[in-house]
């Protein structure tokens, strides 16, 4: 499954108006789904499987005998969140309704429990065909998503119920049916994430305990909401993060540059890493003996927030705050300071909170208003600090 639970499986049909589905394609990578495209052999005919490929940037196969090693009818099958498949001409269809799995789409199908909606495309003649009928009928009662075609003109002159409908439709009825929540669509997210590390010496550091965690889950969800998400990453581990931009940094003065670069670009900039106060004043370019580390001579980093301010315009900015004592009054602090929207606080006393998968705490907002979280997810935090950020942008 992927990170932003937004996994499609695109099958093509084998009907004129499977050119028709590259823009759907597109789209659906436009609203952060990640697409792999199963085309059925005749489809190629139409659309080629380099099309597929340069569009979606992953393999495409067509037969159960193509890459065997990866075992494709069962590993795509186990990715999927979700199947569209448009076109559905009849002929595919009455396979479908009749659960043969005579190609890699009909087997996926077959092995994935997964939402499957179908778009025909077919001549009207065909459409309202008793066959078709009952097997739409079938398609329906087992819990498939048939989209009714549009009426219009079909290849040549004829006119009637049966045409492909329009790539927003598709895409209206599809965002529906998932019951995705996209309101973040068109938004630029930034989210900092882990923990900047200063070079004492090539194997000694000064760091902190930040894991990442909440960063990373600030950005999964923002993906999985529409976002364009960049997330500058501080010492973590970020595969498998398919759909999110990623910058690696390791000290607070790379995070800083790669800020600049991108803040001004962004709606909501989320500023979840734990940045190191200071670093030393000079990094040794060899391994410091034992004997010989006996100080070190340090400086403060610059502070990020202070040198991003005076560039802010309309962004929102949310704030983190790892206290362990005097939390409220901290955050206040740091919020006005820093000219924060809002901030989130923690209490990380004796280690709390770094690397779990949970959290607790409050979120401050710059009316004085407070919110106190309960234990909870950071996946779930994600999204309310989320929910928070874009009600202040408007």
């Known amino acids: 499954m992927s990170v932003t639970n937004r996994e499609v499986i695109l099958g093509i049909g084998g009907g004129i108006a499977a050119y028709k589905s590259a823009d759907v394609l597109r789209r659906l990578q436009d609203h952060g789904y990640s697409v792999t495209v199963v085309p059925t052999p005749s489809s190629l005919n139409f659309v080629g499987a380099a099309t597929w490929e340069a569009l979606s940037h992953r393999a495409v196969t067509t037969q159960v005998w193509e890459k065997v090693e990866d075992v494709r009818h069962i590993s795509l099958a186990k990715l999927a969140n979700f199947f569209l498949i448009a076109p559905a001409t009849a002929d595919l269809i ?26 025909p495309a077919m ?86 305990k930040s894991s990442g965690k909440q960063g990373v889950a600030l950005a999964k969800a923002a993906a999985s909401r529409g976002a364009k998400v960049e997330l500058i990453a501080a010492n973590i581990e970020t595969d498998g993060l398919e759909g999110i931009e990623i910058t690696h940094v390791v000290t607070a003065d790379e995070m800083l540059e790669a800020l600049k670069l991108s803040f001004g670009t962004c709606d909501i900039l989320v500023m979840s890493a734990a940045v190191a106060d200071a670093k030393p004043i000079t990094s040794a370019q060899e391994k410091i003996k034992k004997a010989a580390l006996t100080s070190i001579d340090l400086e403060l980093n610059p502070d ?9 315009s309309r962004q929102v900015v949310v704030g983190f705050a790892a206290e362990t004592n005097d939390l409220i009054a901290s955050a206040t602090s740091k919020l006005e300071k820093k000219g924060l929207d809002l901030i989130y606080v923690n209490d990380v006393s004796g280690g709390a909170i770094f690397g779990s998968e949970e959290t607790e705490g409050t979120i401050l907002f710059r009316d004085g208003k407070q919110v106190g979280i309960s234990r909870q997810t950071k996946d779930t935090l994600a999204n309310l600090l989320l929910d928070y950020a874009l009600k202040q942008l408007g």
């Not at 789409?105 to 429990?113: G, I, K, M």
């Not at 990020?304 to 802010?312: H, I, N, R």
Request: charged share 20%; hydrophobic share 50%.
């Open 304 to 312: 990020l927030l202070a040198v991003l301010l005076p560039l802010k």
């Open 123 to 208: 001549h009207p003649s065909m459409w309202l065909d008793a066959a078709t009928v009952a097997n739409v009928a079938t398609l329906r009662s087992r819990g498939f998503h048939v989209m009714e075609p549009e009426v219009g003109r079909l290849t040549g002159t004829d006119v009637g119920q049966g045409r492909f409908p329009d790539t927003a439709a598709i895409l209206s009825e599809f965002i529906d049916f998932t019951g995705a929540r996209l309101d973040l669509a068109g938004k630029r997210i930034i989210v900092t994430a882990g923990g900047t590390r200063e070079a004492i010496d090539p194997v000694r550091f000064i760091g902190n």
């Open 94 to 119: 009455a396979r479908l309704a009749a659960g043969r799995a005579d190609d890699l789409l009909t087997n996926l199908v077959l092995a994935s429990d997964a939402p499957k909606m179908i778009v």
